[in-house]
């Protein structure tokens, strides 16, 4: 007879560090789709090893949306293989990683133009509208 110290056990140590988050981010969907509130989850600052983090990234997966943007150091931006979740990654100029997060939104903050920023386009537009105009009237003319 065997004691139970002879029955192997396996753990599945690809899921079981990240299942917690995993967890988390059902609860944060779910909120996001009653209440229409977004939650934010920085990676750098859980206790996850490296291994752990990679493993989370595996597991959401690539969806069909990424942007990358170039402002201060290189943004990444990309929506999981379930839709409103994000991965949002920023590094400096030296491309060291400054942040990671998990955005549970439609879509994450760093996309979104703030409102002075619209407010620009709109002037520069509406002065590229008055060069035109002008340029079409003074062709009428001649």
Known sequence: MSSLKDIPIQVNHTTIGILPLLYEIHHALTKLLKDHEDTL?????????????????????????????NALGRSLVWETQFAGVWVVEHYNTEEVLLSQTVEITQIPTILKS????????LERLEEQLSVLRLERSEEKET
């Open 41 to 69: 989850i920085d990676l750098r600052n859980l206790p996850l090893s490296s291994q752990e983090k990679q493993n989370l990234l595996n597991t959401l997966g690539k969806g069909e949306i990424s942007a990358e943007l």
């Open 114 to 121: 703030p409102l002075e920023d619209v407010q620009a386009g």
